[in-house]
C-alpha cells in the first residue's frame, strides 16, 4: 500500500503549487486519490516518478494533452533526498 502525500507535500516535492496539482487533477495529468472528506491525497510513487521525469526533462505521460512545461525544471536532488525520508 503506497504512502500517501497531502497536497502541500507533493507540491513541495514538485516545486510547483498546490493550484496547479488542482489543476492538473482536474485536466487528468496527475491523478489524485480523494479521502472521505474529499481532499486530495497523492501516492508517493507517482509523485517521485514526477519529479525524476521533470529532472530529466522527459515530458509527461500523456503528452498528446499535456502542454510542454514553460519553464526548466527546479527540482533538486536535495528535494529527492526528502522525499526518501517519508516513511513508506
Same mark, same amino acid.
Given at each position: ?5 497531502r497536497i502541500?507535500? @507533493?507540491?513541495?516535492? #514538485?516545486? #510547483?503549487?498546490?493550484? $496547479? #496539482?488542482?489543476?492538473w ?7 489524485? =486519490? +480523494? $479521502?472521505?472528506? =474529499? =481532499? *486530495?491525497?497523492?501516492?508517493l510513487?507517482e509523485? +517521485?516518478?514526477l @519529479?525524476? *521525469?521533470r #529532472?530529466r526533462g $522527459?515530458?509527461?505521460?500523456? @503528452?498528446?494533452?499535456?502542454? @510542454?512545461?514553460? =519553464?526548466?525544471p527546479?527540482? $533538486?536532488?536535495?528535494?529527492? *533526498?526528502?522525499?526518501?525520508r517519508?516513511p513508506?
Open positions: 500500500m503506497p504512502y500517501w502525500l502541500g507535500e @507533493a507540491a513541495r516535492l #514538485l516545486d #510547483l503549487s498546490v493550484d $496547479t #496539482l488542482r489543476k487533477d482536474r485536466e487528468g495529468r496527475l491523478r489524485a =486519490h +480523494r $479521502t472521505r472528506g =474529499h =481532499h *486530495r491525497r497523492y501516492a510513487p509523485i +517521485r516518478d @519529479a525524476a *521525469r #529532472l $522527459t515530458p509527461p505521460l500523456d @503528452a498528446r494533452r499535456a502542454p @510542454a512545461y514553460s =519553464h526548466s527546479r527540482i $533538486t536532488p536535495s528535494s529527492l *533526498r526528502y522525499s526518501s517519508i513508506r
